[in-house]
C-alpha cells in the first residue's frame, strides 16, 4: 500500500464522472494531457472573476493583484523542482516553445561549422526537430546516442557519443513511447567533462517524480503544465542564470523591452527578457494551484504508487498471447506502456477500447524515428496517472481479450 489515497483524488477530478459510449470513462492517456483537479478549474475561474488584469504594467488594484498572482506561481515552480533563483524560471506554452527557445537562442549563439549535437532516438519530435534545424543551420553535425534492444542507454555509448566537439547534449528524462528512466545526472556529468551543456525534456518526469534541477546538475530543462494536472498552454523553461543572461530572446515586444530607440533597443532583466507580450497569467495561476495539488499528495506517493500500478499492468497485459510490449522491464519504467496487438491495427484497437469507454493513445506519439527503430508504423499506449485504479487496468484488459478475439475470428 501507499500514501496515496486514490478514491480520494479520484474525487478531486470532476471529468472522472464522465460516461463515454455508455461506459464509465477510464482515461488511460495522461502521457498525452492529464485530467484537471477542481481546485485548478476554480483557481482560473476565480482569477477571471476577481483579478483579470494585465501584469508588470499597471499600477492599480487588479493589475497589482494579477502581477502578485503571477510571480507567486513563478516562485512556486523554482522551489517544485529545486531551482536556486527564480529567474531562473521562464514561462513558455509548453515543452516544445522551451526547447526550441534553446535551440534557437542558445544554439545559434554556440553551435558553429562541425560542432556536435548530441541527442537520442528515443526523443519526441520537440526535443529532436529543433536541433535538426540547429545543425543544418550552423552546419553541425546532429549524432545520436545508440538505443540497447530494451529502449535504454549505456553510459559507454554516452561517453563515446559525446566529445570535445559536442557543444549540446538533450536527453528525454523519461521516454513518453518507452517508459525509459535515464540517468540525466550521469550524462550531464559527462556533457559537462566535454564542455557541452546538458538540456533535459522533463514533460513525462515532471509529472510523476521528484525533479531537483540542482541535483541533476543540468542547464536547461523544459517541461509542460498540462501533464502535471495544470491547464494547458502553459509550460516551464528553467535555465542556468549564467547562460540566460548571456542568451538574446527570440520573441520582441512588450513587457521584455527596456529601452526603444528609433534603431536599437535594450532588454529588461530576467526572467522577463524571455516572455515577449502579455504573458500567461491565468495559465500560470493554474499551474500554481496544480503544484501545490501535487504537493499535497506528496512526489514520493504519486511515484510510488504509479509504480506499483504500472506493474500491474505490465503483468496482466504480458499474459496476453500475442501482445507486445516496448521499453525496459516493469521495475525500470515510468508509468505508461506501449504495446501493439498481433493481427489488430493501433488505431483500431483504440477505437475498440473507446467503445468500452477506454480512452488510449495510438500513432507515432510524435517519435517517428523511435517508431522506425522499433520496426513499427505506430504502436498504442496506456498511461498511468495517480486517478487510475487496478479495477481500471482491469477493464482495459478485457476490452483487450474481446478485441482480440473479434479480430481473430475468421467470418
Known amino acids: 500500500m501507499t500514501g496515496l489515497d486514490v478514491k480520494k483524488v479520484r474525487a478531486d477530478f470532476p471529468i472522472l464522472n464522465e460516461q463515454v459510449n455508455g461506459q464509465p470513462l477510464v482515461y488511460l492517456d495522461s502521457s498525452a494531457s492529464s485530467q484537471k483537479p477542481q481546485v485548478v478549474i476554480d483557481t482560473i475561474s476565480k482569477y477571471y472573476e476577481s483579478m483579470n488584469a494585465n501584469v508588470h504594467r499597471g499600477v492599480h488594484t487588479l493589475g497589482t493583484r494579477a502581477t502578485d498572482g503571477y510571480e507567486k506561481a513563478r516562485e512556486a515552480v ?173 520573441e520582441f515586444g512588450g513587457d521584455m523591452i527596456d529601452f526603444v530607440g528609433l534603431q536599437d533597443s535594450t532588454w529588461t532583466e530576467l526572467p522577463v527578457k524571455f516572455e515577449a507580450g502579455t504573458p500567461l497569467i491565468a495559465e500560470a495561476i493554474g499551474l500554481h494551484a496544480a503544484i501545490e495539488y501535487l504537493e499535497s499528495l506528496g512526489m514520493d506517493n504519486v511515484l510510488e504508487y504509479e509504480h506499483e500500478l504500472t506493474h500491474y499492468a505490465y503483468d496482466k497485459m504480458s499474459e496476453i498471447e500475442g501482445l507486445e510490449i516496448y521499453g525496459p522491464g516493469p521495475t525500470e519504467r515510468a508509468g505508461l506502456i506501449t504495446f501493439n496487438l498481433e493481427g489488430v491495427h493501433p488505431h483500431d484497437l483504440a477505437t475498440a477500447l473507446d467503445a468500452d469507454g477506454i480512452a488510449i493513445r495510438a500513432g507515432h506519439h510524435c517519435a517517428q524515428p523511435l517508431m522506425k527503430w522499433l520496426n513499427q508504423s505506430s504502436t498504442a499506449r496506456a498511461s498511468f496517472y495517480i486517478y487510475n485504479t487496478k479495477e481500471e487496468v482491469d477493464v482495459m484488459i478485457e476490452s483487450l481479450k474481446k478485441t482480440k478475439e473479434f479480430f481473430s475470428y475468421e467470418f
Open 78 to 250: 523554482r522551489r517544485f523542482i529545486n531551482a536556486q533563483y527564480f529567474e531562473e524560471i521562464i514561462f513558455t506554452r509548453g515543452t516544445t516553445t522551451a526547447l526550441n527557445l534553446v535551440a534557437h537562442s542558445y544554439g545559434d549563439m554556440v553551435v558553429n561549422e562541425g560542432d556536435e549535437i548530441v541527442i537520442t532516438e528515443m526523443e519526441h519530435h520537440a526535443n529532436l526537430v529543433p536541433w535538426q534545424m540547429l545543425a543544418k543551420r550552423r552546419n553541425a553535425v546532429l549524432k545520436y546516442i545508440p538505443l540497447q534492444p530494451d529502449g535504454t542507454l549505456l553510459m559507454k555509448d554516452v561517453e563515446t557519443a559525446i566529445t570535445d566537439r559536442t557543444k549540446i547534449v538533450s536527453v528525454a528524462h523519461v521516454s513518453n513511447v518507452l517508459g525509459t528512466i535515464n540517468d540525466i545526472n550521469a550524462i550531464a556529468a559527462i556533457a559537462h567533462s566535454h564542455g557541452a551543456v546538458m538540456v533535459a525534456d522533463g514533460a513525462q518526469a515532471v509529472p510523476h517524480m521528484t525533479v531537483d534541477v540542482q541535483a541533476l546538475d543540468v542547464d536547461f530543462y523544459a517541461f509542460s503544465g498540462h501533464k502535471m494536472v495544470g491547464p494547458t498552454g502553459i509550460g516551464v523553461l528553467y535555465g542556468c542564470r549564467k547562460l540566460l543572461n548571456q542568451m538574446e530572446p527570440i
